[in-house]
């Protein structure tokens, strides 16, 4: 099985476990809450969704229970006549429908013989503006069978409604964390709705909302999209409440009630009837609770009728576009984890995580559309560590070890080089470096060796090494080779180095005090101390030569031999360091504690003019 192969398996399976999970529910809680989240965006970014303009929310304000002036000051239980008053006008006003989402269920006990005249008196106009006006009364159904279960108003004024279809149910759906975001769509036995919404958009548009046999929701013409297979309807909040829906405070329209002005901007409407925050004890979540509103049951009504009116439901992906999108996401991700380096594949994840984001949030704006976010965003996170396990485990772990095992056998930045640069590996890959090259060599190593066995001869230069390469690592030098006793260091390729000069001499001055130290604490004779030192600055070319079946890194020019030929002056001039003054010049203003001594013009071989050479030191405070 190819390595492509494998990795797209990898990543569909991934997929297919996020998709199944996502289905049985497991990120149902988390999709809800970032559709909240999509809602307060689309807000934020579009402002308030298209509303209906016939719907309004009359909302019975803290004023209509502090303000003297509007008679209103009284138990709610003396309300009935002025609720009775407010339902008069708005029905001679022409007003389609009234939602009234108050339940009047006033308790009577212990009252005197007087007070009970008067709420009869009260009772009876309430009545008679319920029989006469499209008012639609609210009950509630605490079992779940869509039966009554105590929670409506009392059996006089509940039988005045129902005799002409106007008591429905204003249950709402509480989803995982408590909030409100769908309501149920409960039937008659003559299949129209008794939803309390439902019912206020069958008086709006004149015609009954009726569940055909495939369990669709009809009203005339009009298919209202609903969710869970017709059996609940998934409000679209147009905005916060207050936002895009109308709202009109009681105790100002009673104001105008009382001095007898017309309310003709009420034609043709359909007005919802509650009481406001923090005076109502009918207090939800909604989406927008994150941003700190307050939302009463009436405005939930209110949208979900503004949703039947406008056809602007939420509605959720269908599952097939909802798997394909997670398992697009997992292969998507398993592919950049597996063949991209980790940083690339990171801003990969990143993009088609923004990505869908964005085009999340635009379905949502757009087309009430919602697709699923959390679970694709699993989906990339496991697919993605997947994706990268399996790069360690066929390619990371293979360049790691190739990379160890280049490492001993050349210097670590060639090794880096030729493992993370494919092209540095092809045959005559070479470019032209400045560079500064470091020759260094041990002083009487071939009568050295005269006296000791081969064995001791490897041991005291494996010391003598290990001890130079750790100086020369420490500065990132090159090592280019052994040859014999001899050492071969470059500074400045591969790798750029504009401190090339500096940093050849800072390890040269390095490697002569740690000699030193060395040969004062141990044992005569166990070590070579003693070594001479060439640098010189120049141009050369670095790269690959040979042929197809064998190539070596190298360092090709003219000034490699000179430097060569600097360590083989030392010995003339009687110093253990010499530098060029190309070398001198450049690394001078670095190196402002190094004093450098001049050792005269001198001549070298294959060479017609001369050169300067310095002895650098350390400067002595």
């Given at each position: 099985m190819s390595r492509t192969l494998r990795v797209v398996l990898l990543g569909l399976g991934v997929g297919a476990l996020v998709a199944l999970a996502s289905v049985a529910g497991v990120?149902?809680?988390?999709e809800l809450r970032l559709l909240d989240v999509m809602f307060v965006a689309r807000h934020r970014l579009h402002g308030p969704e298209p509303v209906d303009p016939r719907i309004c929310v009359i909302v019975l304000d803290e004023d209509c229970f502090s303000r003297a002036d509007l008679r209103l000051?009284?138990?709610f239980v003396f309300w009935q006549e002025d609720l009775a008053r407010l339902l008069e006008v708005l029905t001679r006003a022409g007003a389609r429908g009234i939602g009234f989402d108050l339940l009047m269920r006033p308790a009577v006990e212990d009252l005197s013989d007087l007070v009970m005249e008067e709420l009869d008196y009260q009772a009876l106009a309430l009545h008679e503006a319920v029989k006469e006006g499209p008012v639609v009364l609210i009950e509630h159904d605490q079992h779940g069978r869509g039966t009554p279960g105590g929670g409506q108003s009392n059996p006089e004024l509940h039988g005045v409604a129902a005799d002409r279809g106007n008591v429905a149910f204003a249950n709402l759906v509480t989803d995982s964390g408590g909030t409100v975001r769908r309501i149920p769509m409960y039937m008659a036995p003559d299949g129209r709705t008794r939803t309390f919404s439902g019912r206020l958009a069958e008086l709006a548009e004149g015609q009954a909302l009726l569940r055909d046999a495939g369990g669709r929701w009809q009203l005339g013409n009009r298919t209202i999209p609903t969710d869970d297979g017709g059996t609940t309807l998934r409000v679209n909040f147009p905005g916060p409440p207050g936002a895009g829906i109308e709202h009109v405070r009681f105790s100002k329209l009673w104001e105008r009630i009382l001095r007898g002005d017309p309310l003709a901007e009420f034609r043709g409407r359909v007005c919802l009837l509650g009481g406001e925050a923090p005076l109502s004890q009918d207090l939800v979540s909604s989406p927008y609770s994150m941003m700190g509103y307050s939302t009463i049951g009436v405005d939930v009504h209110a949208a979900a009728l503004n949703t039947m009116l406008t056809g602007r439901a939420i509605l959720p992906a269908p599952a097939w576009a909802w798997s394909a999108m997670i398992l697009v996401m997992a292969l998507l991700v398993a592919l950049l984890a597996a063949f991209r380096p980790l940083a690339s594949g990171l801003t990969g994840?990143?993009?088609?995580?923004?990505g869908h984001g964005v085009v999340a949030l635009e379905a949502f704006?757009?087309?009430?559309?919602?697709?699923?976010?959390v679970a694709p965003l699993l989906a990339g996170a496991l697919a993605f560590g997947a994706g990268y396990v399996e790069r360690y485990l066929s390619v990371d772990r293979w360049r790691a070890e190739l990379h160890r095992l280049f490492k001993r056998y050349l210097s670590p930045p060639v090794a880096d080089e030729l493992v993370n640069n494919p092209r540095s590996r092809e045959l005559g890959a070479s470019r032209r470096r400045r560079v500064t090259v470091l020759f260094s060599d041990i002083n009487n190593f071939t009568p050295a060796c005269e006296t000791r066995t081969p064995e001791e001869v490897i041991a005291m230069l494996n010391r003598y090494f290990e001890q130079m390469l750790a100086i020369v690592d420490r500065h990132e030098g090159t090592l280019k080779q052994f040859t014999g006793d001899e050492m071969m260091v470059l500074f400045g390729a591969p790798q750029d180095q504009p401190d090339h000069a500096a940093r050849a001499v800072q390890a040269a001055l390095d490697m002569l005090e740690c000699l030193g130290d060395l040969a004062r604490t141990?044992?005569?004779?166990?070590?070579f101390y003693d070594v001479k030192i060439g640098i010189h600055t120049g141009d050369v070319v670095v790269g690959n030569v040979g042929s197809q079946a064998r190539t070596e890194w190298t360092c090709l020019g003219d000034d490699v031999n000179l430097a060569s030929r600097i360590e083989g002056e030392t010995k003339k001039v009687g110093?253990?360091?010499?530098?060029?003054?190309?070398?001198?010049d450049e690394a001078a203003p670095l190196l402002p504690d190094v004093e450098w001594d001049s050792r005269g013009e001198?001549?070298?071989?294959?060479k017609t003019r001369t050169m300067e050479v310095f002895e650098p030191r350390w400067r002595v405070p």
């Open positions: 990120t149902q809680g988390l000051r009284k138990p994840l990143a993009f088609l995580v923004v704006s757009r087309s009430g559309l919602w697709f699923p976010v141990q044992p005569a004779g166990t070590g110093a253990r360091l010499l530098v060029s003054r190309v070398t001198r001198r001549t070298f071989k294959g």
